[in-house]
């Protein structure tokens, strides 16, 4: 795909150029005055190419359940939905699901796929009317299985404007800027009278997408009354920003949907872009350091099953959490620039997704735990249960919207492994194999090629690709977790660094440069809920190996709620082990690091992870089942606790296990 670079002088402008292609393909879309001017900004879709393990994920995917869910869950998503002009579901399960296969039908440039997405598109586009109002317009009365009332709710639509910002960055479809257009001015017109909670309570939490398009749109278009939208959005969007620095919402179990607060934390970074007081910076930061305080878990995420419900590492978290908090940071990342999100990403991609979604990506939990020790059809602890299918691998267990939005999680990974710099370069923030055509100062196109088995080790190598001598900076983020990233350019070594930064390295490249990151991981401990401790390399958390026997089991009693059949799986083996307290300087005498060989196409397959690791760990007998759960976890470190002899246990990365423990009591030694 070819691009077209952006002048600096008009870095704060219009970033959209067309030529004589039939097709105008869409350059890079950077803030216009007055707002905020980011310093890196997404790129067409189209112009990386996931490779390696990556792209097995994504053709996983198109054989799996998003490539064929029109087949799989022909309820909702067939004809009769209303986002299909039928008389079947009309509420936000079909643009979810869009959402996800929209992105990977272009990622992987796959025919097939693409003409699957067209007919949703064409729909949108055609059912605009005179006033501006796109999308279902007439409500059904009640039937099981699918969603048919509140059609003109605001909410649906956000996930459609999401789905035809992206058809445009792929095709630079006109009609697409046309119908924002409309349905904005729709908005600004209709609002005052019919705010954003007037149908349900979802849009109110969950606004900021729909402000990330209009921003979108104003940079596209300049029409001021945009801007106008923007802030009547922001008036009636839940008010996160007070909400995190002046309330106890995130200390409080029950205080907001956990969904809700996926999608909505990033709102004050959104707002930021046309207020940018410091004060919407330090809200989100400081969400995310409350919400890891108060209910956050190893895995990345938080207790909410639904509603926010603290950190005990046996409450669950949604799916729906897990890709919505993803795009939530890949659009806070996008804004701030800021390391620590990315980082939280990685955390989020690496761990909870690959554990919550089947490798053959045919079934999914809704809700997963820290430590799991049964996924079983049970009435658990759990702020909602449904009919206790939560834990359980299937289509439609637990509840059908994590089946419809599961989809965008890694496709939308993948698109945001890149990014186009305000000082016309490039910006790897993420680290993935992959491909990415990118034009930089001077108009020049130039190839990056990212060879790499992050995140299992260490190495990332980039090869650069260019016509003529090119001079531009290349950004590369060194996370965190890392004491000292290293940068070479062809064998010489031009950086080092120390980890929770972003460094550039700004040179004339040549065709056949090769630039070596390397991010040294070394094993840390961190504590959570009463004392707990993961073990963690890298962005890789590591749990316990445990057996696991998985029985299919067809369901007679309720299939149409919860599918015709799901996944139980059982331990084998114990799980009620207690680590040995260790030092943080003495760790890697404590913990052996077990090279398996490369990864396999999947990297989190069970039975040949690339990295182990291998410990001794005392049982502790009175910690056993309760309700089909671990019992309360043993207090770390509590006096007279009566354990077992030490013995040698595995623990592998997080992402490849059903059964686990990630969360462990800690004992004495000898």
Not at 293 to 313: C, I, Q, S, V
Not at 345 to 352: C, G, H, P, R, S
Not at 437 to 461: M, S, W
């Amino acid at each position: 795909m070819k691009h077209f670079a952006i002048a600096s002088t008009m870095l704060m402008g219009l970033a959209f150029q067309t030529t004589a292609q039939k097709k105008p393909t869409p350059a890079y879309v950077y803030n216009r005055a007055p707002l905020y001017q980011k310093t890196y900004t997404t790129l067409p879709l189209g112009a990386i190419t996931p490779q390696g393990w990556l792209r097995t994920v994504l053709v996983q995917q198109k054989n799996g359940a998003t490539g064929q869910l029109d087949k799989l869950y022909p309820l909702v998503m067939n004809q009769r939905n209303g986002w299909l002009g039928g008389d079947g579901d009309q509420w936000e399960r079909g643009p979810y699901w869009i959402d996800g296969l929209l992105p990977l039908a272009y990622l992987l440039k796959d025919r097939e796929l693409i003409a699957k997405v067209k007919p949703w598109v064409e729909w949108s586009i055609k059912s605009q009317q005179p006033d501006g109002y796109f999308g279902p317009a007439k409500d059904y009365p009640s039937e099981p299985g699918v969603q048919r009332d509140n059609s003109r709710d605001w909410w649906p639509k956000m996930v459609m404007l999401k789905v035809l910002k992206q058809y445009y960055d792929a095709t630079a479809d006109p009609r697409i800027i046309t119908l924002m257009s409309n349905y904005f001015r729709y908005q600004l017109k209709e609002l005052p009278a019919h705010p954003l909670d007037h149908w349900t309570f979802w849009a109110r939490y969950r606004a900021g997408d729909n402000l990330m398009v209009v921003y979108w749109l104003y940079n596209i278009t300049g029409d001021a009354y945009l801007l106008d939208l923007a802030e009547l959005l922001h008036k009636q969007t839940f008010d996160y920003t007070q909400a995190f620095m002046h309330s106890d919402l995130l200390s409080t179990s029950g205080s907001i949907h956990g969904v809700n607060l996926a999608q909505g934390i990033k709102e004050p970074m959104i707002y930021y872009q046309q207020h940018p007081d410091s004060i919407y910076r330090k809200a989100t930061a400081k969400g995310f350091d409350d919400l890891r305080r108060f209910n956050g878990m190893a895995h990345g995420l938080y207790g909410g099953d639904e509603a926010l419900h603290g950190n005990n590492p046996t409450q669950g978290s949604e799916l729906c959490t897990a890709v919505e908090m993803m795009f939530s940071l890949e659009s806070i990342l996008e804004v701030s620039g800021e390391v620590r999100y990315a980082d939280q990403l990685e955390k989020i991609a690496f761990n909870t997704l690959p554990s919550q979604i089947t490798e053959d990506f045919m079934s999914r939990q809704y809700f997963q735990q820290a430590n799991q020790v049964m996924a079983t059809r049970h009435i658990r602890n759990f702020d909602v249960n449904h009919s206790g299918t939560d834990l359980c691998y299937g289509l439609l267990s637990g509840y059908p919207c994590c089946t419809s939005n599961m989809h965008q999680g890694w496709p939308k990974f993948a698109q945001n492994l890149w990014y186009a710099t305000a000082d016309s370069g490039i910006a790897a923030l993420l680290y993935a194999p992959s491909e990415v055509q990118v034009t930089v100062a001077g108009n020049i196109p130039v190839t990056v090629k990212e060879t790499t088995q992050y995140p299992f080790e260490e190495a990332v190598t980039f090869t650069i690709r260019t016509p003529q001598l090119a001079t531009f900076p290349l950004h590369l983020r060194i996370p965190a977790w890392c004491k000292q990233g290293t940068v070479k350019v062809n064998g010489k070594v031009v950086k080092e660094a120390a980890g929770n930064q972003v460094v550039q390295i700004a040179r004339t490249w040549q065709s056949g440069d090769v630039v070596e990151l390397s991010l040294p991981m070394h094993l840390y401990q961190q504590t959570w809920f009463e004392n707990s401790l993961s073990i963690e390399r890298g962005p890789i958390t590591y749990a316990l190996q445990i057996g696991e026997k998985v029985t299919p089991v067809k369901n007679d009693k309720d299939p149409v709620d919860y599918g015709a059949s799901y996944l139980e799986v059982r331990p084998l083996t114990p799980w009620n082990y207690a680590l040995i307290a260790t030092p943080d300087d003495q760790l890697a005498a404590r913990y052996k690091v077990v090279k398996n060989g490369a990864p396999a196409a999947w990297p989190w397959a069970a039975g040949q992870v690339p990295i182990s690791l291998k410990t001794t760990a005392k049982r502790i007998p009175s910690w056993q089942l309760y309700n089909e759960m671990t019992g309360p976890i043993p207090y770390s470190i509590t006096y007279g606790m009566e354990t077992g002899q030490e013995e040698e246990i595995t623990l592998i990365p997080y992402g490849s296990t059903k059964l686990r423990i990630s969360q462990f009591p800690v004992v004495g030694g000898r």
